[in-house]
């Protein structure tokens, strides 16, 4: 079994920031890339921006420059710096793993249970 457990969502005024956090644990033997989705109502869920075991960077376009993804691999954590908030961000944020549970065999998605960051204007 994989948790994925995410914290730091909340409400903030529009230009404000957000750290959210999201932590692995369980059967894990190689954590491949890691990212935050999100979905606000009404739309589909979106990539936000995701990180490879590398260290390489992608971001949705509306928020480079603003978000910053980071990693801990001795931790299994996953980070998302939010800087210069929009009420266009306020969704419900999921933090994305791809895990490899063995050292042979495939690896497989998993998703945090979300969180909520709400932006007021």
């Known amino acids: 079994q994989v948790q994925l457990v995410e914290s730091g969502g909340g409400l903030v005024q529009g230009g404000g920031s957000l750290r959210l956090s999201c932590a692995a644990s369980?059967?894990?033997?190689?954590?491949?890339?890691m990212g935050w989705y999100r979905q606000a109502p009404g739309k589909q869920r979106e990539l936000v921006a995701i990180?490879?075991?590398?260290?390489?960077?992608n971001y949705e376009d509306s928020v480079k420059g603003r978000f910053t993804i980071s990693r801990d691999n001795a931790k299994n954590m996953v980070y998302l710096q939010m800087n210069s908030l929009k009420p266009e961000d306020t969704a419900v944020y999921y933090c994305?793993?791809?895990?490899?549970?063995?050292?042979?065999?495939?690896?497989?998605?998993?998703w945090g249970q979300g969180t909520q960051v709400t932006v007021s204007s």
């Open positions: 369980g059967s894990i033997f190689s954590i491949n890339a």
């Open positions: 994305y793993t791809n895990i490899r549970r063995a050292g042979v065999g495939p690896s497989y998605n998993y």
């Open positions: 990180i490879t075991s590398g260290g390489n960077t």
